[in-house]
């Protein structure tokens, strides 16, 4: 280890926790301990069975920080928490709390910002700061749960940033929050978005690890998705579906494509038939559209659509599974970037 440089010890597996914990001269049994701890957001004293000089030792060679939560916003129609929180460098990122009958879903963020540019989202307004690490993502769960005092079963990688983007991070992140004496969050209870990165999604297939790719996708064809969506000038739609099918067969699971219905721009019933088409080309497996009625954004100027049952009723007809998302937070803005956005307006 550099002189000066303390391990961020959030972000490392319980294997290398053993690591520190030897080179301090102490016995490796420790590091499980040490490990269960950190993962429920408690250090130093905090840590009842871990010595006291051994927590004096970790101390000055390692920094455990979690997110502070600079704002709080609780909808009155169904209880879900929005977060901002701050970081330790001052930036700031969103969190979504929400309950449902199968268990609780944090929305996460992966990004200070976003470099993708996509035109209906708030999270790319500031563009792309940094990458967060693994703790910070994890830091996000961990900060939720000591806040709600309830457990959450399932995490959606859907807020600020693109996680492909910020790829050895995110697979990192993966593996920390499913291991067993940590948060032991199920790799099948996550969700991993993307815009549509398709070198990311072929090594992502190679990982072996059993989350949900949900792909946005936005468009039926090259002209709407281009116009909406600038990473579709490096991959276009029929390289991403083909990236989608590969993925589909080496992993056997289904793929999620997000489809944010945009008035005028992508929504029409024409439009729901196109899409259905260019599906049944590409996908050979199961898949399911999640439409996603816009949340406007005042910057942006685009409005959402009026015809999302339509839209979703026509893709049903023709044999695709498509469910409208359930919108929970409508009170306060519950989709990710505005808050940011508003704070370092407020600045």
Request: hydrophobic share 35%.
């Amino acid at each position: 280890m550099m002189e000066n440089i303390k391990y961020d010890i959030l972000s490392l597996t319980q294997g290398e926790v053993e690591k520190i914990v030897l080179e301090l001269g102490e016995p490796k049994f420790r590091a499980k301990q040490i490990f269960g701890w950190i993962n429920k957001g408690m250090w130093g004293a905090e840590m009842k069975n871990v010595p006291a000089l051994l927590q004096k030792k970790l101390e000055d060679v390692c920094e455990f920080r979690l997110p502070k939560v600079k704002r709080r916003l609780v909808s009155q129609l169904d209880g879900t928490v929005k977060y901002l929180f701050e970081l330790i460098d001052g930036e700031y990122i969103e969190s979504v709390f929400m309950r449902y009958e199968h268990g609780n879903t944090l929305c996460i963020s992966s990004q200070v910002g976003c470099r993708m540019g996509c035109k209906f989202c708030a999270s790319t307004l500031l563009g792309r700061v940094r990458d967060l690490t693994p703790s910070e993502m994890l830091g996000q769960i961990i900060a939720a749960e000591k806040d709600t005092g309830e457990r959450i079963s399932n995490v959606v990688m859907m807020g600020i940033g693109e996680p492909l983007d910020n790829y050895d991070n995110t697979i990192k992140f993966l593996r920390l929050v499913s291991a067993d004496e940590g948060l032991n969050i199920g790799l099948r209870h996550i969700s991993v978005s993307t815009c549509g990165l398709v070198d990311k999604i072929d090594r992502l297939a190679e990982e072996g690890l059993p989350i949900t790719l949900s792909v946005s996708l936005h468009a039926y064809d090259n002209e709407v998705r281009s116009g909406i969506m600038p990473v579709n000038n490096k991959y276009p739609i029929e390289q991403l579906l083909n990236a989608c099918d590969r993925y589909f067969k080496r992993t056997g699971r289904r793929i999620s494509f997000e489809y944010t219905l945009i008035g005028g721009k992508n929504d029409t019933v024409e439009g729901a038939c196109r899409l259905a088409s260019i599906l049944k080309k590409y996908i050979h497996g199961t898949c399911h559209v999640n439409l996603i009625p816009l949340n406007e954004v005042e910057e942006t100027r685009l409005e959402t659509s009026r015809n999302v049952n339509n839209f979703k009723n026509k893709l049903v007809s023709l044999g695709i599974n498509a469910t409208v998302r359930r919108r929970l937070g409508s009170d306060i803005n519950a989709s990710c970037g505005q808050l940011r956005r508003q704070e370092k307006r407020d600045e």
